[in-house]
Nanobody, 119 residues
Framework: QVQLVEFGGGLVQAGGSLSVSCAAS????????MGWYRQAPGKQRELVAS???????NYADSVKGRFTISRDNSKYTVYLQMNSLKPEDTAVYYCNKIPPFYAGGMPVWGKGTLVTVSS
C-alpha cells in the first residue's frame, strides 16, 4: 500500500514556529532520501528540505537556518520544524521521497498540510 499522510499545519503569526509531520508507507520511506516540498498559491511545487536515510540534510536557500528536517526510520516518519516563519512560507506542505514516488506513470502525493503565516 502506498501512503503519504502529512499533518500538523495551521495558522501562525510571522516570526512564530510550527512543526509538521509525515507518515509514509515503507515502500516509499525505506532507505530513500525523503523531502519536504511546498506549493504556494499560483506557484509550482518546490523542494525545501531533504534528508538521506543516514541523516544528511540539505535545504533551499529560502529556508536555510530557519527550517530543520529530521526523520525516524523506525516509524517511517519525517518531520519539519519551521522557525522564524515568514508570510512567504505560506503554502501547502507535502512530503515524498526524492525523486517523488510514481505509480502507474503518475506521481503519488498525499493531501498535504496547509501552513498559513500571517503578517
Amino acid at each position: 500500500q502506498v501512503q503519504l499522510v502529512e499533518f500538523g499545519g495551521g495558522l501562525v503569526q510571522a516570526g512564530g514556529s510550527l512543526s509538521v509531520s509525515c507518515a509514509a508507507s515503507g515502500n516509499i520511506f525505506s532507505r530513500n532520501t525523503m523531502g519536504w516540498y511546498r506549493q504556494a498559491p499560483g506557484k509550482q511545487r518546490e523542494l525545501v528540505a531533504s534528508i538521506t536515510s543516514g541523516g544528511n540534510t540539505n535545504y533551499a536557500d529560502s529556508v536555510k537556518g530557519r527550517f530543520t528536517i529530521s526523520r525516524d526510520n523506525s516509524k517511517y516518519t519525517v518531520y519539519l520544524q519551521m522557525n522564524s516563519l515568514k508570510p512567504e512560507d505560506t503554502a501547502v506542505y507535502y512530503c515524498n521521497k526524492i525523486p517523488p514516488f510514481y505509480a502507474g506513470g503518475m506521481p503519488v502525493w498525499g493531501k498535504g498540510t496547509l501552513v498559513t503565516v500571517s503578517s
